[in-house]
T-cell receptor, first 114, second 114 residues
Framework: AQTVTQSQPEMSVQEAETVTLSCTYDTSENNYYLFWYKQPPSRQMILVIRQEAYKQQNATENRFSVNFQKAAKSFSLKISDSQLGDTAMYFCALLIQGAQKLVFGQGTRLTINP | DAGVIQSPRHEVTEMGQEVTLRCKPISGHNSLFWYRQTMMRGLELLIYFNNNVPIDDSGMPEDRFSAKMPNASFSTLKIQPSEPRDSAVYFC????????????FGSGTRLTVV
């Protein structure tokens, strides 16, 4: 079975600061995909970034980047120059290649303070 | 595309009543997923369909829960009879059948059973 663990229930930083959210996962599979989803107060689940496990290069989307450490089964999200609109719950998720079930972590509530 | 459309956005009902949640997936997506989100248990996959056929309903908590997908553009999740512990946000999501790009989520239905 696959599991995803987010050890930080809540985080808070000042606007413009950089923040890193942690995620670890467990799977015996070699081919898989990792995701970070954002859930703002509007409740909508929004895909932030995606990483393919067979790629060593870390994914980047504008101010969002990941640090993917396959051997350590770690997948952290870095948000640079944080903005008030980044305030949300952030979920880490795992999808095994060929499977369809997206397994989520418990989430980290991130607050960006003005 | 309008995205995944769920209705209603909010539902308040009395214990014992039947509740029906509705979902319209993205056109062309042939996989549909129902998730439940609670503070205690996070995001749980209840059931998913491929080409309108239920594939895995192992996450459905009890016989009081049922889901149908009569055609490619519509699915329902029914709870009968409802109980206060069913109070949660219910998400519908869709994806192409073979995808490694995660899902597209609807805005969710917040269900409150009093």
């Amino acid at each position: 079975a696959q599991t995803v663990t987010q050890s930080q229930p809540e985080m808070s930083v000042q606007e413009a600061e950089t923040v890193t959210l942690s995620c670890t996962y467990d799977t015996s599979e070699n081919n898989y995909y990792l995701f970070w989803y954002k859930q703002p107060p509007s409740r909508q689940m929004i895909l932030v970034i995606r990483q393919e496990a067979y790629k060593q290069q870390n994914a980047t989307e504008n101010r969002f980047s990941v640090n993917f450490q396959k051997a350590a089964k770690s997948f952290s999200l870095k948000i640079s120059d944080s903005q008030l609109g980044d305030t949300a719950m952030y979920f880490c998720a795992l999808l095994i290649q060929g499977a369809q079930k997206l397994v989520f972590g418990q989430g980290t509530r991130l607050t960006i303070n003005p | 595309d309008a995205g995944v459309i769920q209705s209603p956005r909010h539902e308040v009902t009395e214990m014992g009543q039947e509740v029906t949640l509705r979902c319209k997936p993205i056109s062309g997506h042939n996989s549909l997923f129902w998730y439940r989100q609670t503070m205690m248990r996070g995001l749980e996959l209840l059931i998913y369909f491929n080409n309108n056929v239920p594939i895995d309903d192992s996450g459905m908590p009890e016989d009081r829960f049922s889901a149908k997908m009569p055609n490619a553009s519509f699915s329902t999740l029914k709870i009968q009879p409802s109980e206060p512990r069913d109070s949660a946000v219910y998400f519908c999501a869709s994806s192409p059948r073979r995808t490694n790009y995660g899902y597209t989520f609807g805005s969710g239905t917040r269900l409150t059973v009093v």
